[in-house]
């Protein structure tokens, strides 16, 4: 693979990216990452790619993609520091205050906001007496997704989850792709469920 070539590709990204075409390193050479090479030069496409929406869906992102997801350690947290600890080797990511930032937005961020993780994380159980529990799904994004998601030097909001219906009535996160559909969906289920409580009260 030319490694020049990949680099240039992988510049389109950047044009959405103010951090990295103001970064001086960056600036410098035209956005091209080619003189740098092994893990260095890997953490700071992964720096590019994770920052975009497009970069899960552009082929030249696959190498630093992989890496970056092949971190893992037996504890969360252990993986998010070997993650960030990664992406810290590009020096882009040591150079100003809001590159810092970014690189830790990414790094917890990354994997930990997409639909299934936030209905997972933040689900809560109420009593409901005799009636058992109810589950409520906060509509809330977590403060690392918030600063994952509208981070000044990322392009995430437009492919990011999106909440459907109310807190109060069974809400829940989907995945942006599927809001429009979900929500028809849950707005029939609502209307259904208002209607045959209605029958009951009447009957009753």
């Known amino acids: 693979m030319d490694l020049r070539s990949r680099s240039r590709r992988l510049c389109a990204l950047s044009l959405v990216l103010p951090a990295f075409w103001l970064s001086p390193v960056v600036h410098a050479r035209t956005g091209d990452f080619s003189y740098f090479t092994g893990t260095t030069r890997l953490a700071c496409e992964a720096l ?7 970069g899960g869906t552009t082929a030249d992102c696959n190498p630093a993609l992989s890496h970056y997801y092949g971190i893992k350690k037996k504890k969360l947290s252990k993986t998010l520091d070997a993650r960030l600890n990664f992406l810290h080797q590009c ?15 990414l790094a917890h961020g990354v994997g930990r906001c997409d639909a299934a993780s936030l209905n997972s994380v933040l689900t809560t159980w109420s009593s409901m007496g ?3 529990e109810t589950q409520h ?9 918030d ?3 509208h981070h000044e030097s990322t392009d995430l909001e437009a492919a990011m989850p999106r909440y459907v219906g109310t807190e109060a009535d069974g809400g829940y996160w989907v995945e942006g792709k599927d809001y429009e559909a979900a929500q028809m969906k849950y707005q029939s289920a609502l209307e259904a469920r208002n209607k045959a409580l209605k029958q009951y009260n009447s009957a009753n």
């Open 48 to 54: 590019l790619c994770l920052s975009s929406s497009a």
């Open 91 to 105: 020096p882009v990511a040591s150079q100003t205050p809001q590159m810092a930032s970014l690189a830790e937005a």
């Open 130 to 132: 005799q009636e058992g």
């Open 137 to 145: 799904i906060s509509a809330q994004l977590p403060d690392y997704c």
């Open 147 to 149: 600063a994952y998601v």
